[in-house]
């Protein structure tokens, strides 16, 4: 038994779940990995396992949860937590993620597309805790990711003045957007960390995952986030009525939104350009590349609004993901070396 298996048994001992059977539910793109929990009586629980000396940290996702369900909101009960070594066993909210139930029952699409947007007008009425700022120094260099990897995965090179002559211009266009009053933003919204909770009321119908890396932002960033979805396509229908209802009950001025909307989706999917090629090339994941296509549309999509069309002379030198430049990206998969 390696020490970090000791030391999760201990854990599981203290909490007083030794009894209990374990099952993988899943691993993400970072360094933690989730299991369910189970004793005789049926009872569940979630154990997390984030080693630090991977990077990894509970105690942001422990202040993340708090500050949710003071909200009111449906993120995962902390029942044990071990933050020196990276251990928590949380409330198991169950094994529906909104991507899932889609599949099983399309028919639910709207109204659970409604009952996400429901619950970024309820959390953005707080304020937020201290966090760090998601504002455009921030947002800027992790926009141009996709010259670091994607352009560089595909080309073989970063063309750096490109590079500096695409920054200069968004960060020129982002930064007027950090004059709005900024809200708590979880920056990963989308249907595979979200879970749908029918027994629950209004937006505890939600159940919230994969938030530890929350920051202070525009309240566009999450709709976005979860209305160009990297993973799955959502009908334009869909993405049209949410925008609508969200600038609605909050009362914010559409036009403005709108402009918002467009730029924090286009540094998020740019982003995520460099950051899938990365997992890639870095890390070895060359599933997450098959997913660049669709990423690659809402960069289109973002690049019609007029406030981001003069930045597409700056995006050239990213190569169209056809099979080709896909093929290149995978062909330096760490996996390969």
């Not at 569940?44 to 996702?61: H, N, S």
């Not at 120094?137 to 994607?150: H, K, R, S």
């Not at 609508?244 to 998020?268: H, I, K, M, P």
Request: glycine fraction near 6%.
């Amino acid at each position: 038994m390696t020490d970090r298996a000791t030391r999760m048994a201990h854990f599981i001992t203290t909490a007083g779940w030794q009894d209990a059977t374990r099952t993988t539910v899943a691993g993400d793109a970072s360094n933690r990995r989730y299991d369910r929990l189970t004793i005789s009586a049926g009872n569940t629980a979630i154990l997390m396992d984030a080693p630090p000396e991977k990077g990894e940290d509970v105690r942001p996702f422990v202040h993340i949860a708090t500050f949710l369900r003071a909200q009111g909101l449906s993120a995962p009960a902390i029942l044990a937590q071990d933050d020196t070594h990276g251990f928590l066993l949380l409330e198991d909210l169950g094994d529906d993620l909104f991507a899932r139930v889609l599949t099983r029952e399309p028919a639910l699409e709207l109204p659970l597309y409604q009952a996400a947007t429901d619950v970024l007008v309820a959390l953005h009425r707080a304020t937020p805790p201290a966090l760090a700022a998601y504002d455009a120094d921030t947002m800027t260099p992790l926009a141009a990711l996709a010259f670091d990897w994607y352009q560089a995965g595909a080309t073989g090179a970063v063309n750096t003045q490109e590079k500096a002559r695409f920054s200069t211009a968004f960060h020129a266009a982002l930064a007027p957007l950090d004059a709005t009053a900024p809200v708590l933003i979880q920056r990963d919204y989308h249907a595979e960390n979200l879970l749908w909770l029918p027994d629950r009321d209004g937006f505890a119908r939600v159940g919230l995952l994969d938030f530890q890396d929350a920051m202070a932002g525009h309240p566009a960033y999450d709709l976005v986030s979860i209305l160009q979805d990297a993973r799955r396509d959502v009908p334009a229908s869909i993405e049209t009525q949410m925008i609508e209802r969200y600038t609605t009950v909050t009362t914010q001025d559409a036009t403005g939104f709108a402009r918002a909307y467009a730029l924090l989706g286009l540094q998020r999917n740019l982003r995520i350009l460099g950051v899938f090629a990365r997992l890639s090339i870095r890390d070895g994941k060359a599933h997450y590349v098959d997913l660049i296509p669709r990423v690659w549309g809402h960069i289109q999509t973002n690049l019609k609004h007029p406030d981001a069309a003069p930045l597409a002379d700056l995006l050239t030198g990213l190569p169209v993901p056809d099979v080709q430049t896909l093929n290149r990206i995978k062909s330096r998969c760490a996996k390969q070396r």
